[in-house]
């Protein structure tokens, strides 16, 4: 399978647990992101990777979140100290750029996996 | 703030029947528009596209959307729904001008009745 993969795909959890949830991207994007999405809501984005570098941070993503990607491949989201406000589908999406776009803002699509779903009890 | 709204929460349309979906959203002087579909328990998965060139655009499974810069919409539209269409369908917008995150609609629900 070359798609996006993400493990676990369900968590239960109860209140003050820590979760990680991990993410392997299509090998050859360069791109990584993470987004959260809730009952009749749309994804939300949480934050992205350019290879291994965070290059930008939602506001939504608090000090209890944190993310790496440390060789550039896979990654993994951490929630500390989990709250039943936490419960929610985390999604993950990988990129690439465009052929002959090095350097431009990627307009590339985004391939999502089936997202880790969460729940706090 | 950069927003997508997709006004129609829920969608009724009978199998056969044509579908439209509605997306706005705010102002961007170079937005990348996409249609996402998500079906109960898969990822998302791409419907179509807009980057630039023809305002008119076509995807997969006979789906086609129109951008149009003056009201800054991006409509879904299928002239004839299957029942498998049934789903949520979600706009998406890359506002250039503010890095280069997928900002997400609401969704709209689709139900389809034979």
């Known amino acids: 399978d070359t798609g996006v993969s993400q493990d676990p795909r369900h968590k239960i959890t109860k209140r003050g647990q820590n979760v990680t949830f991990r993410c392997d991207p299509i090998?050859?994007?360069?791109?990584l992101y993470w987004y959260r999405q809730t009952l009749g809501q749309g994804p939300e984005f949480l934050t992205y990777?350019?290879?291994?570098?965070?290059?930008?941070k939602s506001r939504l993503l608090s000090d209890r979140f944190s993310a790496e990607r440390p060789k550039g491949s896979f990654s993994t989201l951490e929630i500390q100290r989990t709250e039943q406000g936490d419960s929610a589908m985390y999604l993950c999406?990988?990129?690439?750029?465009?052929?002959?776009?090095?350097?431009?803002?990627?307009?590339?699509?985004?391939?999502f996996g089936e997202g880790s779903r969460l729940t706090v009890l | 703030a950069q927003s997508v709204t997709q006004p129609d929460i829920h969608i009724t349309v009978s199998e056969g029947a044509s579908l439209e979906l509605r997306c706005n959203y705010s102002?961007?002087?170079?937005?990348?528009l996409f249609w996402y579909v998500q079906s109960p328990g898969q990822g998302l998965q791409l419907l179509l596209k807009y980057f630039s060139g023809d305002t008119l655009v076509q995807g997969i499974k006979g789906f086609e959307a129109e951008f149009k810069r003056s009201q800054s919409s991006f409509n879904l539209r299928k002239p004839s729904v299957h029942w498998s269409d049934a789903a949520e369908y979600f706009c998406a917008v890359v506002f250039m001008e503010y890095g280069n995150k997928l900002v997400f609609g609401a969704g709209t629900i689709l139900r389809v009745k034979s």
């Open positions: 090998s050859e994007h360069n791109r």
């Open positions: 999406a990988s990129s690439g750029t465009l052929p002959g776009a090095s350097g431009a803002p990627n307009t590339g699509e985004l391939f």
């Open positions: 990777f350019q290879n291994e570098a965070q290059l930008e």
């Open positions: 102002y961007g002087a170079t937005p990348y």
